[in-house]
């Protein structure tokens, strides 16, 4: 039985479709297996966003923390997702906290490699900024949805 | 057009501001119904408005609507009692396709109410489920408290021949499941672009960003249905209420092909 590398990983996800194979070795150089308990934290607001990844199983919550109110859960991430993007935008800190809410198994890229090597290979950086444009794009257009409140009372 | 006096004989209330009615006619024929139409509910003395049905076309014996109490005839409907009297006019309008979804994949996708007019083909569907390809049930609401059918969107979950899908938009509390839009339930996929029907309701601008995602994902104009709402009176095409360009929501609607009504349901002055 052969074990998957972290380029196959790679190679398999949504997200990296249509890189090809050297540029999935170069990335995959910077990458890691992972695994979160149901209850970890993955990140906290204002700490550095050293770091991406590619969720392959489980549902991340990202969370807004409000005093008197608790943990406001604004998205959740699934398999297929990518979180986050925090880690492409300086000054690269957690915009929001995020959570495990179940076994979570994700694939990590460190920040400062991946961010070196896209200064080193613009056309590896021109690909992945293309890709985080339309992830970003999708989620300001769902929370866009979200703040219409379309399912509410009608006024 | 008259309308015929039907007995309340069942009163479900679904969420804080919606109700399940269950009607049986007091003389005459039961109404046969096609999913996907409405039929005009009058509450004597206050008025009339359409409403989808909502039971199993299966059974037309059970005349069922869910309502939203939003004016002063809904909210009158939802404060219905067993063995208060209203008055039916209808079935009224187009269907939901799904002779032409036979041997296809089919997304149904609903947000909030919108679950509601989808219900009677979602029946229809799982009743001759061997007809059709992947299944897929998307639902989004705005709270895990105004989920809809809860207890039917866990039972079709419990089938193993179909996908149910439900998001919220906000959530407090314990809520294990999804959080976002209907939309993002769309982007997931785990259908054949080529070879699904999709049918939409819900609010417009959630029905407009789902015919998007749907585009995003493949899936051609002509495969996509959806249900629009508009104020409606004589429900026969002859009062103009509803008209939206050439076509009468009450009369050709209030299921659309997609790529037939795409030119005009984004401007918005009609």
């Known amino acids: 039985m052969k074990v998957k590398d972290l380029r196959d990983l790679l190679g398999e996800h949504a997200f990296f479709q249509g890189f090809d194979r050297p540029a999935l070795e170069l990335m995959a150089g910077c990458a890691a297996n992972e695994h979160f308990e149901a209850g970890a934290l993955d990140a906290r607001e204002g700490d550095a966003a050293d770091k991406f990844y590619i969720i392959r199983h489980g549902q991340v919550s990202i969370e807004i923390p409000v005093p008197a109110r608790g943990r406001l859960i604004v998205q959740t991430l699934h398999e297929g997702d990518v979180f986050d993007w925090s880690w492409i935008v300086p000054p690269y800190r957690w915009a929001f906290d995020a959570r495990a809410d179940t076994l979570v198994r994700m694939v990590s890229l460190d920040a400062r490699c991946l961010r070196q090597k896209m200064d080193s290979n613009h056309e590896l950086g021109y690909h992945l900024f293309e890709r985080f444009v339309h992830v970003m794009a999708s989620r300001i257009k769902a929370a866009r949805l979200q703040l219409l409140d379309l399912y509410g009372p009608a006024s | 057009m008259l309308p015929r006096p039907f007995r309340v004989i069942r009163v479900k209330r679904e969420l804080s501001d919606t109700v399940t009615l269950t009607l049986e006619p007091v003389n005459g024929e039961p109404l046969a119904f096609r999913?996907?139409?409405?039929?005009?509910?009058?509450?004597?003395?206050?008025?009339?408005?359409?409403?989808?049905?909502?039971?199993?076309?299966?059974?037309?014996?059970?005349?069922?609507?869910?309502?939203?109490?939003?004016?002063?005839?809904?909210?009158?409907?939802?404060?219905?009692?067993?063995?208060?009297?209203?008055?039916?006019?209808?079935?009224?309008?187009?269907?939901?396709?799904?002779?032409?979804?036979?041997?296809?994949?089919?997304?149904?996708?609903?947000?909030?109410?919108?679950?509601?007019?989808?219900?009677?083909?979602?029946?229809?569907?799982?009743?001759?489920?061997?007809?059709?390809?992947?299944?897929?049930?998307?639902?989004g609401a705005r709270t895990p408290e105004d989920i809809l059918f809860r207890r039917e969107l866990q039972a079709w979950r419990g089938r193993f021949d179909?996908?149910?899908?439900?998001?919220?938009?906000?959530?407090?509390?314990?809520?294990?499941?999804?959080?976002?839009?209907?939309?993002?339930?769309?982007?997931?996929?785990?259908?054949?672009?080529?070879?699904?029907?999709?049918?939409?309701?819900?609010?417009?601008?959630?029905?407009?960003?789902?015919?998007?995602?749907?585009?995003?994902?493949?899936?051609?104009?002509?495969?996509?249905?959806?249900?629009?709402?508009?104020?409606?009176?004589?429900?026969?095409?002859?009062?103009?209420?509803?008209?939206?360009?050439?076509?009468?929501?009450?009369?050709?609607?209030?299921?659309?092909?997609?790529?037939?009504?795409?030119?005009?349901?984004?401007?918005?002055?009609?």
């Not at chain 2, 069922?64 to 109490?69: D, E, L, N, P």
């Not at chain 2, 499941?177 to 982007?187: E, K, P, Q």
């Not at chain 2, 002509?222 to 103009?240: F, P, T, V, Y």
């Open chain 2, 35 to 139: 999913p996907g139409q409405f039929t005009m509910l009058y509450a004597f003395g206050i008025g009339e408005i359409p409403i989808s049905i909502s039971g199993d076309p299966a059974d037309p014996r059970q005349l069922v609507h869910t309502i939203r109490g939003v004016g002063a005839v809904s909210q009158a409907l939802t404060a219905a009692k067993p063995g208060m009297m209203v008055g039916v006019r209808g079935p009224f309008g187009s269907a939901w396709p799904l002779e032409e979804a036979t041997g296809s994949d089919v997304v149904l996708v609903a947000g909030g109410i919108g679950l509601a007019p989808l219900r009677p083909a979602i029946h229809r569907v799982l009743a001759n489920r061997r007809q059709f390809g992947t299944v897929a049930i998307l639902y």
């Open chain 2, 162 to 270: 179909t996908s149910v899908h439900v998001i919220v938009d906000r959530v407090s509390g314990s809520w294990g499941g999804a959080v976002g839009v209907v939309t993002d339930l769309i982007a997931k996929g785990g259908f054949d672009r080529h070879h699904a029907v999709a049918m939409i309701c819900g609010p417009e601008v959630m029905m407009r960003y789902a015919v998007q995602a749907l585009h995003e994902r493949g899936v051609a104009s002509d495969r996509i249905h959806l249900s629009l709402e508009r104020n409606m009176k004589c429900a026969i095409g002859l009062c103009g209420h509803c008209q939206l360009a050439g076509n009468f929501v009450c009369r050709d609607g209030p299921v659309f092909r997609y790529d037939r009504i795409e030119d005009i349901i984004n401007v918005w002055e009609l």
